[in-house]
């Protein structure tokens, strides 16, 4: 049998087997309802899904195990109604909601991850990515209107979206650390590598979007169809991505190695062209 010395002490090591709690649990659910009346058209979407499970660490054990939660909602509003015998409206509305959950508690809320290198690079601990918690909401509304005469069939529109998406991760925020043999461990000794995460791990992933568009079908010939349209769209920057230029401290000048806050990209078009023959 194998064995190593822990000081002074012949300590016989062997192969060992961890069992810990593993199962997923999850639950669907979906709710349609439609109502047609007059010429209008109402559509209304419920979706949700709910999942359970441990998340244990490179060593299965379940005092260490981080008991996660993954949940999505979605509500969907579309309603659609004639304006005149040339003109069509379609409304759009939806609210979505993301959450997820990496909790950890009693002793391995504070209890770091440990790597021991004498003992086949054994890990004990929690998983080094959590604990971690973040949430995505997304507020949507838009408006399309489809307007058909002689031989053009003209749509145009835009959408609008809010989100608000915290999220709270510091990385090695309990320790991560790596000792060389288990008498370095067991005497407390100044690990070979280690990294310690410190600071505030919230980020706040709030923004704003839109979009805005114009297309029109235009029928050449009975058989020729062409499309011509223009999209914009305007992807809001983070809120918390200004603390990039907190970093400026460690700006390499002309290097790519700079730390600014991010500038907003706002030249988001897209010509479209299209054929089509039957």
Same mark, same amino acid.
């Given at each position: 049998?194998?064995?190593?010395?822990?000081?002074?002490?012949?300590?016989?090591?062997?192969?060992?087997?961890?069992?810990?709690?593993?199962?997923?649990?999850? #639950?669907?659910?979906?709710?349609?309802?439609?109502?047609?009346?007059?010429?209008?058209?109402?559509?209304?979407?419920?979706?949700?899904?709910?999942?359970?499970?441990?998340?244990?660490?490179?060593?299965?054990?379940?005092?260490?195990?981080?008991?996660?939660?993954?949940?999505?909602?979605?509500?969907?509003?579309?309603?659609?109604?004639?304006?005149?015998?040339?003109?069509?409206?379609?409304?759009?509305?939806?609210?979505?909601?993301?959450?997820?959950?990496?909790?950890?508690?009693?002793?391995?809320? %504070?209890?770091?991850?440990?790597?021991?290198?004498?003992?086949?690079?054994?890990?004990?601990?929690?998983?080094?990515?959590?604990?971690?918690?973040?949430?995505?909401?997304?507020?949507?509304?838009?408006?399309?209107?489809?307007?058909?005469?002689? #031989?053009?069939?003209?749509?145009?529109?835009?959408?609008?979206?809010?989100?608000?998406?915290?999220?709270?991760?510091?990385?090695?925020?309990?320790?991560?650390?790596?000792?060389?043999?288990?008498?370095?461990?067991?005497?407390?000794?100044?690990?070979?590598?280690?990294?310690?995460?410190?600071?505030?791990?919230?980020?706040?992933?709030?923004?704003?979007?839109?979009?805005?568009?114009?297309?029109?079908?235009?029928?050449? %010939?009975?058989?020729?169809?062409?499309?011509?349209?223009?999209?914009?769209?305007?992807?809001?920057?983070?809120?918390?991505?200004?603390?990039?230029?907190?970093?400026?401290?460690?700006?390499?000048?002309?290097?790519?190695?700079?730390?600014?806050?991010?500038?907003?990209?706002?030249?988001?078009?897209?010509?479209?062209?299209?054929?089509?023959?039957?």
């Amino acid at each position: 049998a194998c064995a190593i010395v822990v000081n002074g002490q012949l300590i016989p090591i062997g192969t060992v087997n961890s069992i810990a709690p593993d199962f997923s649990r999850a #639950h669907d659910f979906l709710v349609n309802t439609d109502l047609h009346r007059a010429g209008r058209a109402l559509h209304v979407r419920y979706l949700q899904n709910r999942a359970r499970r441990p998340w244990p660490g490179s060593f299965p054990q379940a005092q260490f195990d981080s008991s996660s939660a993954i949940d999505n909602w979605r509500l969907i509003l579309n309603h659609t109604w004639p304006v005149s015998s040339r003109v069509i409206n379609d409304f759009q509305a939806s609210y979505s909601r993301f959450r997820e959950f990496f909790p950890l508690s009693g002793v391995a809320e %504070t209890y770091p991850t440990l790597i021991v290198a004498d003992l086949g690079f054994f890990t004990v601990g929690p998983n080094t990515s959590i604990p971690q918690r973040r949430a995505f909401n997304e507020y949507l509304f838009g408006d399309a209107v489809t307007w058909a005469a002689g #031989h053009h069939a003209v749509k145009f529109g835009g959408h609008y979206s809010w989100y608000v998406a915290p999220a709270d991760f510091l990385q090695f925020e309990r320790g991560y650390y790596g000792y060389g043999s288990l008498s370095q461990l067991v005497s407390d000794r100044v690990p070979v590598f280690g990294f310690q995460g410190v600071g505030n791990g919230f980020f706040s992933g709030n923004s704003g979007n839109f979009a805005i568009f114009f297309q029109d079908d235009i029928k050449v %010939t009975p058989n020729l169809t062409i499309n011509l349209g223009l999209r914009y769209d305007f992807f809001g920057n983070p809120a918390d991505t200004k603390l990039n230029a907190l970093n400026a401290v460690a700006n390499l000048p002309n290097t790519p190695l700079v730390f600014n806050v991010p500038k907003q990209d706002r030249n988001n078009f897209g010509p479209r062209l299209g054929l089509a023959w039957d």
